[in-house]
């Protein structure tokens, strides 16, 4: 089960602040990791490829729910992945938009105006078929 949360407001070793937008934590993660590591390497790669293909859509979500002013946030949201591990992370990673966290969750004088959030919660339901259909593309 996938939750949200605020992070504090770390600052990344590059100036940006890291953390201070959504956190999704997944209930079981490390047994999922663990078993993840036992899979055969075309498993795992099928994986990724239907792990890049949900953050895309949740890239395209975001890009189509973002404010539009200076289209800044809309051009720069990105997914990070990480070599090896069937990661991904979705945000914004420019010094000049830490400000995305201000629209995704609002300040005392702005309302949320949440965009990163709602694509998450809408693409997260089709993951698991995705990893199914190019799990089942590598065992026909």
């Known amino acids: 089960m996938a939750r949200r949360r605020r992070s504090g407001g770390r600052r990344h070793p ?6 201070s937008g959504i ?4 209930e079981g993660l490390p047994e999922l990791r663990q078993r993840l590591e ?4 075309e498993v795992k790669a099928a994986c ?17 729910r973002v404010k539009i002013d ?3 946030l809309h ?27 201000w629209q995704e969750f609002g300040t005392s004088k702005m309302p949320a105006n949440p965009s990163l959030g709602p694509a ?10 995705r990893i ?7 065992v026909q």
């Open 120 to 129: 998450l919660e809408e693409e997260k339901q089709h993951l698991p078929d």
């Open 70 to 72: 200076t289209r800044n």
């Open 132 to 138: 199914k259909r190019e799990i089942g593309r590598i």
């Open 75 to 101: 051009g720069s949201v990105k997914a990070r992945y990480e070599n090896n591990r069937v990661r991904a992370e979705i945000g914004w990673w420019d010094r000049d938009d830490r400000y995305a966290v």
């Open 23 to 26: 956190t999704v934590t997944i």
């Open 38 to 41: 036992e899979l055969p390497t």
């Open 48 to 64: 990724f490829r239907a792990l890049k293909e949900s953050a895309g859509a949740i890239i395209d979500g975001t890009k189509g």
């Open 14 to 19: 590059r100036g940006g602040a890291r953390g």
